[in-house]
């Protein structure tokens, strides 16, 4: 068994951003990326329904904290002709921001955690679109594969298993196995699994980050051990030491 150098590629999204630069030790446990928090979308209904700002507040049709679906009318204003509805156009948690203004707003949850560090590392490279790592490690080739970087404890099943034999206690796992159904995956996906790797893969549409490697048998000394599968690099990055053969 040798160990070599291999780079890892974190990629970015809009609004991203992390304060590490070239050269930067990494640790587990480190933020990597800090996303966007949440955002609010204000509206001013005082001035929408051209009233004063209490009466704009009694025509309100939801109450602080409801979420609210993207186009449902959340504000109604009775006239004698016709009446005037405020509608939302992007779903959120109601606000009220400001009594004195009538000024509410609908909250969007951030969508995704910040990316903290599973590995030990250095930064190579920091620019708007990605982050690239060097680790040390055993790095495996996969035939195929797609999905960004997952990182798990390793299980390796060589015995042929199915939808009803799949161990239970596979959460944020990476799952080896010879061949993965759709019925395997579907399951898989289910019991909270980080990414599938096996030498056939039956679903072409497939939502978990996957791999797919010639001989599953090769994996078997590195059962349980923490590994890094980042599929659209096709490449499975062995972090820890290998089980001994007995």
Known sequence: MYHKKARLTLKLVAGDTTTHTAGTKIAPGDILVTVPKATIREFNLAKILTTTPPKALSMLTVHEGDFVEAGVVFARKKGLLRRKLVKTSAAGVFRILDEKKALVGFEKKKERNDIVAWFHGTVVEVTDEHIIFELTGQTLSGTSGKGHPV???????????????????LEERILALKIARAEIIAKADTLGVGAIIAEEVHEPTITLPFMQIADIESLRPYHDKTVIVYGDEKQLLIVDSPNKHK
């Open 151 to 169: 990182s798990g404890k390793l299980i390796v099943l060589t015995d042929t298993v199915d939808a009803l034999t799949l161990p239970s206690e």
